[in-house]
T-cell receptor
Framework: DQQVKQNSPSLSVQEGRISILNCDYT??????FLWYKKYPAEGPTFLIS?????DKNEDGRFTVFLNKSAKHLSLHIVPSQPGDSAVYFC???????????FGAGTQVVVTP | ETGVTQTPRHLVMGMTNKKSLKCEQH?????MYWYKQSAKKPLELMFV?????RVENNSVPSRFSPECPNSSHLFLHLHTLQPEDSALYLC?????WGSGSPLHFGNGTRLTVT
């Protein structure tokens, strides 16, 4: 039973525009959320995280928004750059439990 | 230098073979993980070691056998695998066991079982 879902397998966006990636979860006990980025032939790399006590976290061009009531989080990339073309995974977990659940990923392609 | 090194990068093995995947982390982390990534599927947690003790075995078949001889090294021993075990196997480490610590992944071993 998949507790973290990324319903868009792919996203194409023009360079300079905003990329919005979405993630939904079902377990209300999740209290920590992370986004990872993966290039081909490489492992995922940590991008940004947010805890359930916040609704927004920003790091440079990357902002993660959390809507606990809707069990939804999103990642905004502004402005999008060609180097952002990668697969993005969202993950969620419970601090006291120690296991992360991952979504299936969204392939982002940034076009010139 | 990713901090987490996996060898080999690619492995092709027959169903009767025995092979091992190796992972080494240079980050001083206390927890190490094995994940499996099949095509178009979420990453699946297989095993977790915290301070060299196995703390999680996520219903993984016994043909996969992990070993953690010290906090820097993690192995995954493979024997009598099935073709459906073909996948990308990712090792990761984190400062401590818990979702508050971001995972640092290696580049993975692409395994093909023939």
């Amino acid at each position: 039973d998949q507790q973290v879902k990324q319903n868009s397998p792919s996203l194409s966006v023009q360079e300079g525009r905003i990329s919005i990636l979405n993630c939904d979860y079902t377990n209300s006990m999740f209290d920590y959320f992370l986004w990872y980025k993966k290039y081909p032939a490489e492992g995922p790399t940590f991008l940004i995280s947010i805890s359930s006590i916040k609704d927004k976290n920003e790091d440079g061009r990357f902002t993660v928004f959390l809507n606990k009531s809707a069990k939804h989080l999103s990642l905004h990339i502004v402005p999008s750059q060609p180097g952002d073309s990668a697969v993005y995974f969202c993950a969620a977990g419970e601090d006291s439990w120690g296991k992360l659940q991952f979504g299936a990923g969204t392939q982002v392609v940034v076009t010139p | 230098e990713t901090g987490v090194t996996q060898t080999p990068r690619h492995l092709v093995m027959g169903m009767t073979n025995k092979k091992s995947l190796k992972c080494e982390q240079h980050l001083g982390h206390n927890a190490m993980y094995w994940y499996k990534q099949s095509a178009k599927k979420p990453l699946e947690l297989m095993f977790v070691y915290s301070l060299e003790e196995r703390v999680e075995n996520n219903s993984v078949p016994s043909r996969f056998s992990p070993e953690c001889p010290n906090s820097s090294h993690l192995f995954l021993h493979l024997h009598t695998l099935q073709p459906e075990d073909s996948a990308l196997y990712l090792c990761a480490s984190s400062q401590d066991w818990g979702s508050g610590s971001p995972l640092h992944f290696g580049n993975g071993t692409r395994l093909t079982v023939t």
